[in-house]
């Protein structure tokens, strides 16, 4: 069964980085979408960034212009690079894609930002 695979969490000192990577264990035709989301314990899972179905990158007003979204389309991997980080950044970040064979979900890696 295909997986998205997720790298890349750990421990940051606030004001630090960290850049998070996704790839499929297996080859997706016809992606649309490809991006990140997070989740706190108790709380809904919200959209962190995302390439749009038309390719343009969409971002949460939170992590704006702090966070960027990069692909390899040749290799299918998304990448979440995250910086000047901040307490409320800590979440499990989930990698997400859409394709014409449905939505696919990682297991989340944990980002914890804390002195």
């Known amino acids: 069964q295909l997986q998205l695979v997720e790298s890349g969490g750990g421990l940051v000192q606030p004001g630090g980085s960290l850049t998070l990577s996704c790839h499929p264990s297996?080859?997706?035709?016809?992606?649309?979408?490809m991006g990140w989301y997070r989740q706190i314990p108790g709380k809904q899972r919200d959209l962190v960034a995302e390439?749009?179905?038309?390719?343009?990158?969409n971002y949460a007003v939170s992590v704006k212009g702090r966070f960027a979204i990069f692909r390899d389309n040749a290799k299918k991997m998304v990448h979440l690079q995250m910086t000047r980080l901040r307490r409320e950044d800590t979440a499990v970040y989930f990698c997400?894609?859409?394709?014409?064979?449905?939505?696919?979900w990682g297991r989340g890696t944990q980002v914890t930002v804390s002195s």
């Open positions: 997400n894609i859409h394709s014409s064979s449905g939505a696919y």
């Open positions: 297996a080859t997706i035709f016809s992606i649309s979408t």
């Open positions: 390439f749009t179905r038309e390719g343009t990158r």
